[in-house]
């Protein structure tokens, strides 16, 4: 009784009595769900982050019964009289976004519903060029007002979005409503389990964003065989605009065709960009009375057989699993720069030149600083287990426009490798021509990279003796798929112990290179005993010793990512001594403290990356 108390006294256990409303019912169609504006850093804008105005609807009143919701959405108090005389939005709390909800106060940690966000922000001339409303992330779905009227819809907690809001905005003060509710319907991606906390809320940066009236939209710039390859296009479609690009030294040119687009090309010159040397290469773009900049790497990567290659040269990747929660006692989903730094510095100073971002896209701002730290990247999206509705196709259209919104974000990212679309799902036909789907699609937006997904249930097919298991990754996933990658955690959620992994191999029928993409067992940070008991760091660095011999025989194993580098929020981790809804599984707790497998991982990396 006494760690139950410890659980849920004072507020956090009312807050418990209101977690959980209704399942949401609505869908956003696709002609309604707002897109992203790309390269958003390289524009002039106004940030909207700061304190907003916010209330809480549990029960969705805002939509019920005849209010005035006009009213509600625009005005700072309600009516004298009628259905909405008891709000206020002087009145009402104040949170200051971008954050989750979760973390702003105790009361509302298990909270999973709508919440009303508001603010005012000033135009001086809202007639000069376009504006736009961007979005870095809201969690999950997003309603917006401005001005009263309801201008947008997104749903998705972790791509980017924009509203052209040019002829909306009015000179002088202007208002906006958001809408922000984390719940999660029947055809969601992800569905409402998941093994991560669900912050709800205005989670990343919110923008008022100025362009030209006639502006450069999009950029892609790449290496291809030796030569730097760029797309620059136009909005609107002009053909005829003179393009030029400096990247670095080099200097570029081409004329935008009927569609808007130049397609430059030129043999590189320049300095490639590697984990060892993080060289990045100052850009400027200038087309018509248009100017932007960005700093981008160049290099390749491909496989040969079951061989990865990196700027033409073997690659082992020496990685890490994480989640986009910063180090500190309260879990949240509110990172800063400094979050990510400190977050990206720990998997450097274990001596990684990898990192998987699970199980979503983190912010651009991570992304960033990878390419900077010189930290290769894998991303994914949020398409995880099996109760995802493979047979649905709204959820395979939210999930192709995830992937699309990821990818045109972060293809100039020169420390992404990979493009992962799915985690841990089922072996059956519907999910593989979903996947499939999706795999097609990732090829046509980025050639440049490798295609993966985070396998299980992967096959045992036997040894040659007794006691034997030898696992075949033989998912028919595999076939689409350019680097494998197995999640398996043996001597954790399996009957052997961790001194039998010896009797275990994989192998796969599949030319392809192989990653140990998850592998673990959770530790309560400070806990010490024999290496044979379960919580312990001792069993926990134990068991990698062991795994990691298993993943030095592994015939085509090109590196590992193991789960994972931090301790993270999951209300599905119950137990109440040593986890108390943290995942456990993190070489660092959730306040930093290094465990003894972290010594164990980093010394096997130091070993690697001195072969």
Not at 218 to 223: E, G, P, V
Not at 257 to 273: E, P, V
Not at 288 to 298: K, P, Q, T
Not at 333 to 343: F, I, K, N, S
Request: a neutral charge; hydrophobic letters at 40%.
């Amino acid at each position: 009784m006494t760690t139950r108390r410890s659980l849920l006294t004072g507020s956090a256990l009312g807050a418990l009595a209101f977690a959980w409303p209704a399942q949401a019912q609505w869908k956003v169609e696709p002609a309604r769900q707002a897109r992203p504006l790309l390269h958003v850093f390289a524009r002039r804008k106004l940030s909207l982050d700061g304190q907003w105005r916010y209330i809480i609807d549990p029960f969705d009143a805002a939509k019920r019964g005849n209010n005035d919701r006009r009213t509600f959405w625009k005005n700072f108090r309600p009516p004298e009289t009628g259905p909405l005389v008891e709000y206020d939005w002087a009145e009402s709390p104040i949170m200051d976004l971008p954050r989750d909800w979760n973390s702003h106060t105790p009361e509302l940690i298990w909270y999973n519903g709508p919440v009303y966000f508001r603010r005012t922000f000033m135009v001086d001339n809202p007639g000069s060029g376009r504006k736009f409303l961007a979005f870095e992330a809201v969690n999950y779905h997003a309603t917006i007002w401005l001005n009263g009227e309801k201008i947008g819809e997104h749903e998705g907690g972790f791509t980017p979005f924009a509203i052209d809001v040019t002829t909306g905005l009015i000179p002088g003060e202007n208002a906006i409503v958001v809408c922000a509710d984390s719940r999660h319907h029947a055809e969601a991606v992800p569905s409402d389990y998941t093994d991560w906390h669900n912050y709800g809320g205005v989670t990343r940066s919110v923008w008022l964003v100025d362009l030209p009236a006639n502006h450069i939209a999009d950029w892609f710039i790449r290496l291809d065989n030796g030569f730097v390859l760029a797309d620059v296009q136009m909005n609107p479609k002009s053909a005829g605009i003179a393009v030029e690009l400096c990247i670095g030294s080099m200097k570029l040119s081409a004329i935008t065709d009927a569609a808007g687009m130049a397609r430059l090309r030129k043999r590189n010159r320049l300095a490639l960009w590697s984990p060892e040397s993080p060289l990045l290469h100052e850009v400027r773009i200038v087309a018509g009375a248009d100017e932007v900049s960005d700093r981008i790497g160049l290099r390749s990567i491909e496989t040969r057989g079951r061989a990865l290659l990196f700027n033409g040269q073997p690659l082992y990747l020496r990685g890490i699993s994480l989640h986009e929660e910063p180090i500190g006692p309260i879990g949240t989903r509110r990172m800063t720069g400094g979050d990510a730094q400190r977050l990206l510095a720990e998997a450097k100073a274990l001596g990684c030149n990898f990192v998987r971002l699970a199980h979503y896209p983190h912010s651009e701002l991570t992304l960033r600083l990878a390419d900077e730290m010189g930290l290769i990247v894998w991303s994914e999206i949020p398409v995880y287990w099996e109760q995802i509705r493979y047979d649905s196709a709204h959820t395979l259209t939210l999930a192709r426009t995830m992937l699309a919104d990821m990818i045109l974000r972060d293809r100039n990212r020169c420390a992404i490798g990979l493009w992962s679309v799915a985690n841990e799902t089922p072996q059956e036909e519907p999910r593989t021509r979903f996947l499939k789907t999706l795999i097609e699609d990732a090829r046509a937006l980025d050639p440049t990279r490798l295609i993966t997904a985070a396998l299980n249930k992967n096959a045992d097919v036997g040894g040659a003796t007794d006691g034997q298991s030898v696992f075949s990754v033989t998912d028919p996933l595999g076939e689409y798929l350019d680097v494998l990658a197995v999640n398996q955690y043996e001597a954790w959620y399996s009957k052997r112990k961790a001194n039998e992994l010896d009797q275990v191999s994989f192998t796969t029928p599949y030319d392809k290179p192989l990653i140990f993409s998850e592998f673990g067992a959770d530790a309560l940070a400070g806990n010490r005993g024999a290496k044979e008991s379960f919580w312990t760091e001792d069993f926990q660095a134990w068991l990698y010793e062991e795994t990691l011999k298993m993943v030095e025989r592994t015939e085509g194993c090109v590196g590992l990512s193991p789960w994972l580098l931090k301790d993270f929020r999951s209300p599905r981790r119950w137990h109440g001594k040593y986890q108390q809804f943290w995942n456990r599984k993190g070489l660092i707790n959730e306040t930093g403290t290094r465990k003894a497998a972290f010594v164990v991982l980093q010394a096997f990396y130091a070993r690697k990356a001195r072969q």
